[in-house]
C-alpha cells in the first residue's frame, strides 16, 4: 500500500446506526486531518491530529468522533448522523506543519450517505 | 471569517491554449499556498506549492503569488483535455490550519 488509504469507499447509514470510517497514511507523515466535501462548498477541516494528539477541534458536532491510535492511522466514528451529512470525508496527511502542513495528501476518500 | 475565493467557472479554453486560474484570500497572515487539482470523483491531488511572492515554474505549471495584493494564480500552459478538472487554491498561515477555496471548474476543448 502506498499513500494514504481510506475504507470504506462508500457507505450508506441509517440514522440510529453506528459506524466507522478508517484512514492510514504510509508517508511516515507525522500529522492527519479529516475534511468534509459537500457540494459546490469548500473543504472543511473537521480534525487534525498531530503526533496523536489533537491539536484542531474545528466545531464539529459530536455525532462525530476521531481517534488517533498512532500515527499511521485514524479513525471517524459515526453516530446518530442527519441527512445533512452525506458528503465526501477526505483523511489527509502532512509531513511538516509549520513549513509544510499546507502540503496535504489525500486518501481517496469515502462516499457518505445517511438515509 | 477568513476566506480564499475563486470563481467557480467552468473556464473554458481550447487545447494548447494558456489556462489562468486566479484566487484572492482575506487573511494577511497566509504565509503559503497551495494549488490542488480535483478530478471529478476523485480526491484532490498538490500539484503546486508557492512560498514568496513571485513566480514558480514547475513544467506546464506556474503559480504568481502577489501577498500586497491578497492574490494567488496558477497558469497552465499548452493546456490538455487531461487538465480539465477543478482546481482548488489554498491557503495556510502555519500550524495546521489550511483554507480551502471552493475550486474552479476547468475544461479543455481538444
Known amino acids: 500500500e502506498t499513500g494514504v488509504t481510506q475504507t470504506p469507499r462508500h457507505l450508506v447509514m441509517g440514522m440510529t446506526n453506528k459506524k466507522s470510517l478508517k484512514c492510514e497514511q504510509h508517508l511516515g507523515h507525522n500529522a492527519m486531518y479529516w475534511y468534509k466535501q459537500s457540494a459546490k462548498k469548500p473543504l472543511e477541516l473537521m480534525f487534525v491530529y498531530s503526533l496523536e494528539e489533537r491539536v484542531e477541534n474545528n466545531s464539529v458536532p459530536s455525532r462525530f468522533s476521531p481517534e488517533c491510535p498512532n500515527s499511521s492511522h485514524l479513525f471517524l466514528h459515526l453516530h446518530t448522523l442527519q441527512p445533512e451529512d452525506s458528503a465526501l470525508y477526505l483523511c489527509?496527511?502532512?509531513?511538516?506543519?509549520?513549513?509544510?502542513?499546507?502540503?496535504?495528501?489525500f486518501g481517496p476518500g469515502t462516499r457518505l450517505t445517511v438515509t | 471569517q477568513k476566506e480564499v475565493e475563486q470563481n467557480s467557472g467552468p473556464l473554458s479554453v481550447p487545447e494548447g491554449a494558456i489556462a489562468s486560474l486566479n484566487c484572492t484570500y482575506s487573511?494577511?497572515?497566509?504565509?503559503?499556498f497551495f494549488w490542488y487539482r480535483q478530478y471529478s470523483g476523485k480526491s484532490p491531488e498538490l500539484i503546486m506549492s508557492?512560498?514568496?511572492?513571485g513566480d514558480k515554474e514547475d513544467g506546464r505549471f506556474t503559480a504568481q503569488l502577489n501577498k500586497a495584493s491578497q492574490y494567488v494564480s496558477l497558469l497552465i500552459r499548452d493546456s490538455q483535455p487531461s487538465d480539465s478538472a477543478t482546481y482548488l487554491c489554498?491557503?495556510?498561515?502555519?500550524?495546521?490550519?489550511?483554507?480551502f477555496g471552493a475550486g474552479t471548474r476547468l475544461f479543455v476543448k481538444a
Open positions: 487573511d494577511r497572515g497566509s504565509q503559503s
Open positions: 489554498a491557503g495556510h498561515t502555519g500550524g495546521f490550519k489550511t483554507i
Open positions: 489527509a496527511s502532512s509531513q511538516d506543519r509549520l513549513a509544510g502542513g499546507g502540503e496535504q495528501y
Open positions: 508557492i512560498y514568496s511572492n
